[in-house]
């Protein structure tokens, strides 16, 4: 496949029955080549269809297991045995699997040594790739024929009324797909891009009005991958961790709660004990006890922990309206760092869901930012031409404009940037402020929010930026400074949906 044409490529579309996609395979020149250099954004960029989209990247993923296992098959047969002829002669690994019984497959992966009775490292070698291709084959056959799990009833109801979920919601539909895709994979916490697709796409072909006008693929995906990557068990090879750190993008300077916890139990429990509590009542003490122990653990009971904040509210709402240090605050509601928890307790006191409303804020007025005299010559913008220019990919193209509108926000109403972000820069005030990292670099961007000179949280893009830039102004009743007042007050009159002069 690596030496077709073009036409190949297309006549090799017509007898899968994909004949729709030939125009414009032929239009892009895609040649065999290029077809397994393709990824799944170039396939979601090439096929508008999502059944079309999972049959050929199937079709793809196909033929590269059977490459890939063919050749270690076929050097092992030639080195130790030749009792397999049928792999000699071209046959595929599955018919392998499903024709040689047991005994035979044990003889064949065992027998490694040479006449001299000397072990060959090469079939040892060999061996370990047949064992990786086997594993590798029994984890992906459920991807051709996956089926949504049982959603619990309250999820029901809601999909049954056709209305699109609210945070809390969203994440209770993310934990029972991560759950039954985890029973899928064998424990594995590890999926690959293709599994991720097809879960998404089953989610949103049964439910189409979650796909929110096209959008809601990426975020289901996004939301799914981050939950594996949330709940992941930390992993004993160090080979093995850092070729995961590579693969799934560690970021730099992020070390794990649960090393810290496991590292220093007794500093904690130290700071536990000599932390002075300003309350009254025991019950109230065990709430905020286990709150904090609940904090240093990796897999959280996220429900409890909803419970337990909601129980506590007035007393945190006292603290907070009393002008208590926020570090005192932070140190007995440790979850407030949290982005999730932030955006629950901005809902709490102004039932408004400040994340759904600033995504629908960026996308509204993205376009008409960017397109303003004011902000032609900004050193936001000219960066984000600058890299507008090396990608195609729509999805790219979308977040590096959204970010950029976010960031030229203060620059429109005339407002002091310094107070709103710090773009490469070292954060210098003690108000709400972000630190943004490489804004335009998908892979190195980093998002934090900082209060009082101090990060409070790290953040995922640029919506749940400024979502938490906004809900910790009202969460922590912290008076917004008169250089950014224009800013915010524009932003907050669309998320209350009240006018402003």
């Not at 895709?181 to 991720?196: D, F, R, V």
């Not at 102004?350 to 960026?362: G, P």
């Not at 990919?393 to 509108?405: G, N, V």
Request: glycine letters at 2%; charged letters at 30%; hydrophobic letters at 35%.
């Amino acid at each position: 496949m690596e030496n077709w044409s073009v036409d190949q490529v297309c006549n090799w579309l017509r007898q899968r029955n994909l004949g729709e996609l030939v125009p414009k395979f032929r239009e892009e020149e895609v040649s065999g080549a290029a077809l397994l250099a393709l990824n799944d954004r170039m396939v979601q960029q090439l096929v508008k269809k999502i059944g079309h989209q999972a049959v050929l990247m199937d079709l793809i993923n196909k033929y590269q297991q059977q490459k890939s296992g063919l050749e270690p098959l076929t050097y092992c047969c030639e080195t130790v045995s030749p009792k397999l002829p049928e792999v000699i002669s071209g046959a595929t690994d599955r018919q392998m699997l499903n024709s040689s019984g047991p005994v035979e497959q044990k003889k064949y992966l065992c027998s490694t040594e040479n006449e001299e009775g000397l072990i060959d490292h090469r079939v040892l070698k060999q061996k370990k790739n047949l064992k990786s291709f086997f594993a590798r084959y029994k984890t992906l056959q459920w991807t051709s024929s996956y089926a949504l799990p049982d959603f619990p009833y309250d999820v029901k109801c809601i999909l049954a009324e056709k209305k699109c979920p609210d945070h809390s919601m969203r994440i209770r539909i993310i934990e029972v797909l991560q759950a039954d895709m985890t029973k899928y994979l064998e424990g594995s916490l590890y999926p690959n891009g293709q599994q991720y697709n097809i879960v998404v796409n089953a989610l949103l072909q049964a439910y189409p009005f979650l796909d929110e006008d096209g959008n809601g693929f990426l975020l289901w995906k996004r939301a799914l991958k981050d939950r594996f990557k949330y709940v992941r068990r930390p992993i004993e090879d160090d080979e093995q961790v850092l070729r995961n750190k590579c693969k799934f993008g560690h970021r730099r300077g992020q070390t794990r709660k649960s090393s810290f916890a496991e590292n220093k139990p007794d500093d904690i429990q130290m700071q536990v004990e000599e932390e002075p509590v300003h309350l009254e009542g025991s019950e109230m003490d065990v709430h905020i006890k286990w709150l904090k122990q609940e904090y240093t653990k990796t897999q959280r009971n996220w429900k409890e922990v909803d419970n337990r904040m909601n129980v506590t509210i007035e007393i945190r709402r006292k603290m907070i309206s009393d002008k208590a240090p926020l570090k005192d605050i932070l140190r007995l509601f440790p979850f407030l760092r949290c982005p999730y928890q932030l955006f629950r307790e901005f809902q709490l006191l102004t039932h408004m869901d400040i994340y759904k409303k600033t995504v629908e804020i960026l996308e509204i007025y993205s376009e008409n930012i960017l397109s303003l005299y004011v902000v032609r010559n900004n050193p936001i913008n000219i960066m984000l031409q600058e890299n507008l220019k090396r990608h195609t990919e729509e999805d790219i193209l979308k977040y590096m404009k959204t970010t950029a509108a976010c960031l030229l926000l203060p620059d429109v109403f005339g407002d002091d940037s310094s107070l709103f972000a710090a773009v490469n820069e070292e954060v210098k005030v003690v108000t709400p402020v972000l630190e943004v990292k490489n804004p335009f670099n998908v892979n190195s961007c980093e998002f934090a929010l900082y209060v009082e000179r101090e990060e409070l949280a790290q953040l995922d893009d640029c919506t749940m930026a400024l979502a938490a830039l906004v809900a910790a102004f009202h969460v922590f009743d912290i008076p917004c400074p008169k250089r950014i007042h224009r800013t915010l007050n524009f932003l907050e009159s669309l998320v209350f949906e009240v006018r402003s002069p």
